[in-house]
T-cell receptor
């Protein structure tokens, strides 16, 4: 099975940088996703990592270390609109099939 | 261009009835995912289609759930003999992979309420 852990809640200040961590355990790792979800809305895809290293997309970056079962999402120059839940999800390929398991999400509150 | 669309946007049904949810992915996207999100809960993976490969159905909550993807495009998720615990938002996403990097696009979801 899979076990994905991320903090339940975080608070950060507008203009600052915040790092949301995600740790996972899986037998057939085949990619890690980060999503943003505002209350009452569908998730928005942020990033996909399958190789070790840092992927940067504007104010958002995602890092992966497969050997450590660890990823983080880095948000720079925080804006009030970044207040949302951030979901980490791991795709696993076991037994010839692929499935995706989500963490419970990290609710980020950006304060002035 | 057009994004992922889902229909209906809302569905209210009576316990025991069958429902069919539809997902139209972005043209050319070979991968399609179905997820479920119950009120106040996280996302639950249901099923994943990649090209013409047989999907893994082990994520489906029960044998009342089935999914098809015809012609590698439109997908339908069917729930037979609906139960109140099936009430949730059902989300579909399609994706494209370029240079080893996958990008997913979500539809707006279908809100299902089973009375």
């Amino acid at each position: 099975g899979q076990n994905i852990d991320q903090p339940t809640e975080m608070t950060a200040t507008e203009g600052a940088i915040v790092q949301i961590n995600c740790t996972y355990q899986t037998s057939g790792f085949n990619g890690l996703f980060w999503y943003q979800q505002h209350a009452g809305e569908a998730p928005t895809f942020l990033s996909y990592n399958v190789l070790d290293g840092l992927e940067e997309k504007g104010r958002f970056s995602s890092f992966l270390s497969r050997s450590k079962g660890y990823s983080y999402l880095l948000l720079k120059e925080l804006q009030m609109k970044d207040s949302a839940s951030y979901l980490c999800a791991v795709r696993d390929r076991s037994g010839g099939y692929q499935k995706v398991t989500f963490g419970t999400g990290t609710k980020l509150q950006v304060i002035p | 261009g057009a994004g992922v669309s889902q229909s209906p946007s809302n569905k209210v049904t009576e316990k025991g009835k069958d429902v069919e949810l539809r997902c139209d992915p972005i043209s050319g996207h070979t991968a399609l995912y179905w997820y479920r999100q119950s009120l106040g809960q996280g996302l639950e993976f249901l099923i994943y289609f990649q090209g013409n490969s047989a999907p893994d159905k082990s994520g489906l909550p029960s044998d009342r759930f089935s999914a098809e993807r015809t012609g590698g495009s439109v997908s339908t998720l069917t729930i037979q003999r609906t139960q109140q615990e099936d009430s949730a938002v059902y989300l579909c996403a399609s994706s494209v992979t370029s240079g080893g990097a996958e990008t997913q696009y979500f539809g707006p979801g279908t809100r299902l309420l089973v009375l």
